[in-house]
């Protein structure tokens, strides 16, 4: 747990950069950064604690969510490389909130989006869980679930004519410029909820390891503990596509790392992937907009820069032979 303190340090170090960086300048920068209560009305206070502090808490609550998220996804799965992307959780989310907002039942970042999000993302989840037989099976399903979903997503998006069209087209592909304090006001709750249970139900995930046949003899139910995980993970899921789209890699990077800093144990697990996961996006999120001012980059890009190394180097080293 010792390597558990810079991480806490960095956090708070990278906010104040975030929120000293962007496309506007802004005078008396620090002076403002540090004393939040200073003139209200001016547009340096504005910028700072109006638009950027907004994304920065954002940035951190939505990593670290897509960080235990991807924790859960690998251990209840036993398999290195099981992620909300490639599970087809994502997507199922993605589709379910875009159908909400095109049916005028929600909006983005509402509550009901979260409901829409969760609904298709356990929907997407449990379609490839129960399709699949084995290790291999449950990834090469999901990817075609993922991609069977994303192409119903993208296909939609092209053909709507709405005037809001363009802004759910660049959400989906990840994107916090839509962000605003109400929006923390929904992801706050929920993905505080769900990362205590997600703690607290982490030691049960342990048990999977051993097998299922063997988690039977000791008095559990390995699909039942699957199923809470399943649950937990469709949450943390749900409320960051419904707030900000959906953000590749990220899931998939943050446990791999973490896991070589702490070791397998999923209660220690869980705490680390929720960390690293906040600090990729908020740095993630930082350079998508001030990289190229006033543009901003798609941040599921820059996530992809990130977690897609990850996974070929995870599939390198898995040992399996091409033939």
């Known amino acids: 747990m010792k390597k558990i303190a810079p991480l806490i340090l960095l956090l708070p170090i990278i906010s104040i950069v975030a929120l000293s960086l962007g496309a506007t300048e802004v005078s008396e920068l620090f002076r403002y950064i540090f004393n939040p209560f200073l003139n209200p009305e001016s547009?340096?206070?504005?910028?700072?604690?109006?638009?950027?502090a907004p994304r920065v808490g954002a940035a951190i609550l939505i990593g670290a969510a897509l960080g235990m998220a991807g924790c859960l996804a690998q251990s209840s799965t036993n398999?290195?490389?099981?992620?909300?992307?490639?599970?087809g959780t994502s997507a199922g989310a993605s589709l379910g909130v875009l159908l909400g907002v095109l049916t005028n039942l929600v909006s983005i970042g509402s509550a009901g989006a979260v409901v829409c999000a969760a609904i298709g993302a356990m929907a997407a989840t449990?379609?490839?869980?129960?399709?699949?037989?084995?290790?291999?099976?449950?990834?090469?399903?999901?990817?075609?679930?993922?991609?069977?979903?994303?192409?119903?997503?993208?296909?939609?998006?092209?053909a709507v004519s709405r005037p809001d069209a363009r802004s759910i087209s660049f959400w989906s592909f990840g994107s916090l410029s839509l962000v605003s304090s109400k929006t923390l006001y929904v992801?706050?709750?929920?993905?505080?909820?769900?990362?205590?249970?997600?703690?607290?139900?982490?030691?049960?995930?342990?048990?999977?390891?051993?097998?299922?046949?063997?988690v039977r003899h000791i008095g559990h139910n390995a699909q039942r503990i699957r199923l809470s995980a399943f649950a937990i993970l469709a949450v943390?899921?749900?409320?960051?596509?419904?707030?900000?789209?959906?953000?590749?890699?990220?899931?998939?990077?943050?446990?791999?790392?973490?896991?070589?800093l702490c070791g397998p144990r999923n209660r220690v697990l869980v705490i680390y992937s929720g960390l690293i996961g906040a600090l990729i996006l908020l740095i993630a999120d930082t350079a998508a907009r001030s990289a190229i001012p006033p543009f901003e980059l798609p941040i599921g890009l820059l996530t992809s820069l990130i977690g897609a190394p990850i996974l070929i180097l995870t599939l390198k080293k898995s040992g399996d032979i091409w033939r």
């Open 43 to 52: 547009a340096s206070h504005q910028i700072i604690w109006q638009i950027r």
């Open 79 to 87: 398999n290195p490389l099981a992620d909300p992307a490639i599970l």
């Open 126 to 158: 449990l379609l490839t869980f129960s399709l699949a037989r084995s290790a291999l099976q449950l990834i090469t399903i999901g990817i075609g679930v993922s991609a069977i979903l994303s192409a119903i997503v993208g296909l939609t998006l092209s």
């Open 187 to 214: 992801l706050a709750p929920v993905l505080v909820i769900a990362a205590v249970i997600a703690w607290k139900i982490a030691p049960t995930l342990d048990l999977l390891s051993i097998g299922d046949a063997s």
């Open 236 to 260: 943390l899921v749900a409320v960051t596509v419904s707030s900000v789209g959906s953000i590749a890699f990220l899931a998939l990077a943050a446990p791999h790392i973490a896991r070589y």
